[in-house]
C-alpha cells in the first residue's frame, strides 16, 4: 500500500510540472500577444485599455517580458547569452534590414517616393542601433537593437551588482535610479545620436530588472491584484490623466512618450508611473483573460511572432492602404504625401485595419518559421 501511495505521488508531481511549465508558457504567450496588439493599435492611434493611452507603457511592457524571462544561468555564462541574443535578435534584424532595403527601393521605382534615408553602409549597419529609422516601413524594428542594446547592459551591470551587494532591494535601488534618472538627463544634455542611446538604455534597463523583479520576489510572494490594489491603480491613473495632453497635437503628447528619439515633452516621472501603472493592467488583464483564451490558437500564434508582427506590420498596413486607393480611383502617389502611419479614411476602416494587420502579419511569421524549420531539416537531412 505505502509503495503504491508513492508512486501515484511520484506519477503526479511529474504530471503536474509539464502543466505548470505549458501554463507557464501559455500566460506569457499571451502576455506577449497582448504587448503586440497594443503597439499595432498604438500605430492606428486607438487604445485597447482605455484610460491607459497608446505608448504610455507599451515598450516599457516588452522590456518588462524580457526581465521576466531572463534566467540565472545566464549571470556566469555570458558567452551564451550573447551569442543566442546575437543569433534571435540580430540576424533576423539583418535580414530583415537587407529586405526591407529591396521592398524600399522597389516602391520608390513604383512610386517615385523613397520610403527612408540615403543608402550607405553607416545608414544600413550603424543607424539601426542609433535610431533604426533608416527604412521607415520597417522603423517599429529599433525596438529589436535596442532591445539588444539593453539586455547586454543589463546582464553586466547585473552581474557587478551581484558580486558586490548580493541584495534584491539594493539592486532595485540602482535600477530604479537609472530608470528615473533618464528623463532628466534628455533634458539637460543635448540629445545626439550616442546620448539618445543612454538615455533609452537607462530608461528601458529599469523594466528589465523589473520584470526580473517580479518574477523572483512578488509574482508568487504577494498579491497585487486585490480590490485595495485595483482602486489604488484606477486613482493614480485618473490623476495621471490630468497631465494627458493627447486632445490637441499643439499640446504635446501628454501620458504617452516617444521612447525612441527620447520625446518625453514637460513630464519628469509620469512617464515612469503610466508604464507601471500600465504593466499593471496588462498583467491584470492577462490573469482575467487567461483562463477564456489560453484553448484560442491564434492568441499562442500571436505570442509565438511578435517579432515578425513588429517587423511587417506597417508593410501591412501600406499594401491596404494602396488597395483602397486603387478601389477608390485614387493615385498611389496620394500615399507619398502623409507620413508611414496614415492609412485610409481612419473613421471607418482603423479596425479593418487592425484585424486584417494582425491576421495576414502573425501568419506571415508563422509561415517564415515554417520555412526555416523545412529549410534547415533539409540542410541535415543531406
Not at 517580458?65 to 549571470?75: E, H, M, Q, V
Not at 522597389?106 to 539601426?128: Q, R, S, V, Y
Not at 551591470?157 to 558586490?164: A, G, I, M, V, Y
Not at 492602404?321 to 507620413?339: C, M
Request: aromatic residues 18%; glycine residues 4%.
Amino acid at each position: 500500500m505505502t509503495n503504491t501511495l508513492t508512486e501515484n505521488q511520484s506519477e503526479k508531481i511529474i504530471n503536474e510540472k509539464p502543466n505548470q511549465q505549458e501554463d507557464f508558457s501559455t500566460k506569457v504567450n499571451i502576455l506577449k500577444a497582448l504587448a503586440i496588439l497594443l503597439v499595432v493599435s498604438g500605430h492606428l492611434e486607438f487604445s485597447l485599455l482605455g484610460m491607459f493611452t497608446p505608448y504610455s507603457f507599451q515598450l516599457a511592457l516588452f522590456f518588462f517580458i524580457s526581465g521576466y524571462l531572463f534566467k540565472d544561468k545566464y549571470i556566469d555564462d555570458v558567452f551564451t547569452f550573447v551569442k543566442r541574443r546575437v543569433q534571435t535578435l540580430l540576424v533576423p534584424y539583418f535580414l530583415y534590414n537587407a529586405f526591407y532595403l529591396g521592398v524600399t527601393v522597389l516602391i520608390a521605382k513604383l512610386t517615385g517616393h523613397f520610403w527612408g534615408k540615403e543608402i550607405t553602409l553607416k545608414n544600413f549597419f550603424i543607424t539601426p542601433f542609433l535610431n533604426g529609422h533608416q527604412f521607415d516601413l520597417s522603423c517599429p524594428l529599433w525596438f529589436v537593437t535596442q532591445l539588444f542594446m539593453t539586455m547586454i547592459v543589463f546582464l553586466f551591470l547585473f552581474r557587478t551588482l551581484k558580486k558586490s551587494i548580493d541584495n534584491k532591494y539594493f539592486h532595485l535601488t540602482v535600477f530604479t535610479i537609472l530608470g528615473v534618472l533618464a528623463i532628466p538627463v534628455s533634458k539637460i544634455f543635448p540629445v545626439d545620436p550616442m546620448t539618445l542611446v543612454v538615455i533609452r538604455t537607462m530608461f528601458s534597463v529599469f523594466f528589465v530588472y523589473l520584470g526580473y523583479h517580479y518574477k523572483h520576489y512578488i509574482e508568487q510572494h504577494i498579491d497585487i491584484f486585490t480590490a485595495k490594489w485595483f482602486g489604488v491603480i484606477i486613482v493614480v491613473q485618473s490623476l495621471l490623466w490630468m497631465f494627458n495632453r493627447d486632445y490637441d497635437p499643439e499640446h504635446g503628447i501628454g501620458l504617452s512618450y516617444v521612447l525612441v528619439w527620447a520625446r518625453f515633452d514637460q513630464q519628469l516621472i509620469v512617464p515612469i508611473i503610466t508604464a507601471l501603472t500600465g504593466i499593471w493592467a496588462s498583467l491584470l488583464a492577462v490573469k482575467i483573460a487567461y483562463p477564456y483564451v489560453k484553448d484560442i490558437k491564434f492568441v499562442k500564434l500571436m505570442g509565438e511572432n511578435t517579432y515578425h508582427i513588429m517587423a511587417n506590420h506597417l508593410l501591412v498596413m501600406y499594401v491596404i492602404t494602396a488597395i483602397f486607393l486603387k478601389i477608390n480611383g485614387i493615385p498611389i502617389a496620394e500615399r507619398a504625401n502623409h507620413d508611414i502611419y496614415w492609412i485610409y479614411n481612419p473613421v471607418q476602416t482603423t479596425y479593418l485595419y487592425f484585424v486584417l494587420t494582425m491576421v495576414i502579419s502573425t501568419y506571415i511569421g508563422v509561415g517564415l518559421k515554417f520555412l526555416k524549420k523545412k529549410f534547415f531539416t533539409f540542410e541535415k537531412a543531406k
